[in-house]
């Protein structure tokens, strides 16, 4: 917990600087990063963490609890309200190549008689991804016990997976035992070092 105060305050003090400077994060925006709501209910950022694509960030993600947790096991299986939002920082992305690329973190991650069990619901959830994102659209995946996952782009609901147990299956993809990177799971459980953290949350911030 210590540590935590500590390193907030440090995110805090930084982004001052680097706002008065360069028209960067205000702490306005980084107050609003550390806490959103999940269908009414209080979540707190966990960790961010990236995921790049030829040495570009393709996107930087952003994980909320209701009670922080640095065990990647007990954030898959937590029956709390969750939330992993991820923004976009290349110029275009593919949706249906997002969708693929969620498919195959999926695949690997759970074991196949867990794809089979939700077949459907994976098939349904893959679908959900079409067009084009733009650097700064965001996707954000809502979980609550009573409604299971809510997918939404830029806000705008895009549909809706309940079938109990989904979350599981869902979050093993981007906290299981293959995750897109390792780097990326470490950041979403809260391990990056301080200037990691600062990094991400500028990069998040501060893309248009």
């Not at 690329?101 to 196949?112: C, H, S, Y």
């Amino acid at each position: 917990m210590q540590k935590n105060i500590i390193t907030i305050w440090l995110i805090a003090v930084v982004l001052v600087f680097v706002s008065a400077a360069s028209n960067a994060a205000s702490n306005e925006q980084l107050y609003e990063l550390q806490k959103s709501e999940v269908e009414g209910t209080e979540v707190f950022l966990n960790g961010m963490g990236a995921v790049k694509k030829l040495n570009a960030t393709y996107y930087v993600a952003a994980l909320y609890l209701q009670e922080k947790s640095n065990i990647d096991s007990d954030i898959i299986f937590m029956e709390g309200n969750k939330r992993i939002t991820i923004k976009f920082m290349l110029d275009r992305v593919s949706a249906r190549g997002f969708g693929r690329e969620m498919a195959g973190a999926l695949k690997i991650n759970n074991v196949p008689e867990e794809v089979a069990a939700y077949r459907s619901d994976l098939r349904k959830f893959i679908g959900l991804f079409k067009g084009i994102y733009q650097k700064g659209d965001t996707l954000t995946f809502d979980y609550t016990p009573k409604r299971g996952v809510t997918v939404r782009h830029n806000g705008e609901s895009l549909g809706n997976i309940s079938k109990k147990g989904f979350d599981k299956v869902l979050f093993k993809a981007w906290l299981g035992d293959k995750p897109f990177s390792a780097s990326f799971k470490r950041g979403l459980i809260g391990g990056n070092e301080d200037r990691e953290a600062i990094d991400l949350l500028r990069q998040y911030v501060d893309v248009n």
